[in-house]
């Protein structure tokens, strides 16, 4: 079974520095995907980065990347500059590709972002 | 461009009553379409998935049930609402494979 883990319950912060998410997952198959998501306290879920396994390179998107370790079964989020409105839960999601893609969330880690 | 629409936004509903949740996507065709809960403080659990009308898959045996009237709805239902049913509702839609799931604002169920 697909199994992710984020062991960091909450992240503090300063503003303009960058900081590191981790998140490992466990699957026995070849074929994956790992998202990213953020989730304001509104509620609504953000969608951010994405690594395919077969990818070689990391995915970048503006600030966030994603530090690909196939080999360690990580893939931690990096948010460079970290802005005040970056302060929100972020999940690691996995996707195995059968036919409908379901995706395995984390438990989330909560990040404080401080002036 | 693609939206997705999902309400109600809050729900209040004593123990016992029914439950319909509605999402609706616009702007693509033959979605997949998801239903999620998240207790509070806590990851997303997938419910249903549907992979086309009138294809409903269950993850977890609960209370709630859903269906897919049309190509872009999908609906989730309840005959009677337990309290361990409380918690916040997404509904997601994807297209294409290794595309991202994209999330409604979500519905925030509160059952007294």
């Known amino acids: 079974a697909q199994k992710i883990t984020q062991t960091q319950p909450g992240m503090f912060v300063q503003e303009k520095e960058a900081v590191t998410l981790d998140c490992t997952y466990d699957?026995?198959?070849?074929?994956?995907?790992l998202f990213w998501y953020k989730q304001p306290s509104s509620g609504e879920m953000i969608f951010l980065i994405y690594q395919g396994s077969y990818d070689e390179q990391n995915a970048t998107e503006g600030r966030y990347s994603l530090n690909f370790q196939k080999a360690r079964k990580s893939a931690n989020l990096v948010i460079s500059a970290s802005q005040l409105g970056d302060s929100a839960m972020y999940f690691c999601?996995?996707?195995?590709?059968?036919?409908?893609?379901?995706?395995?969330f984390g438990t989330g880690t909560r990040l404080l972002v401080s002036p | 461009s693609q939206t997705i629409h999902q309400w109600p936004a809050t729900l209040v509903q004593p123990v016992g009553s029914p439950l319909s949740l509605e999402c609706t996507v616009e702007?693509?065709?033959?979605?997949?379409l998801y239903w999620y809960r998240q207790a509070a403080g806590r990851g997303l659990q997938l419910l249903f998935y549907?992979?086309?009308?009138?294809?409903i898959s269950s993850e977890v045996p609960q209370n709630l049930s859903a269906s897919r009237p049309q190509d872009r709805q999908f609906i989730l239902s309840s005959k009677k609402l337990l309290l361990s049913d409380s918690g916040f509702y997404l509904c997601?839609?994807?297209?294409?494979?290794?595309?991202?799931?994209?999330f409604g604002d979500g519905t925030r169920l509160s059952i007294l």
């Open positions: 997601a839609w994807r297209v294409g494979l290794n595309q991202p799931q994209h």
């Open positions: 699957t026995s198959d070849q074929s994956y995907g």
């Open positions: 702007g693509t065709s033959n979605p997949n």
């Open positions: 549907s992979v086309g009308i009138g294809q």
């Open positions: 999601a996995m996707s195995v590709n059968t036919g409908f893609q379901k995706l395995v």
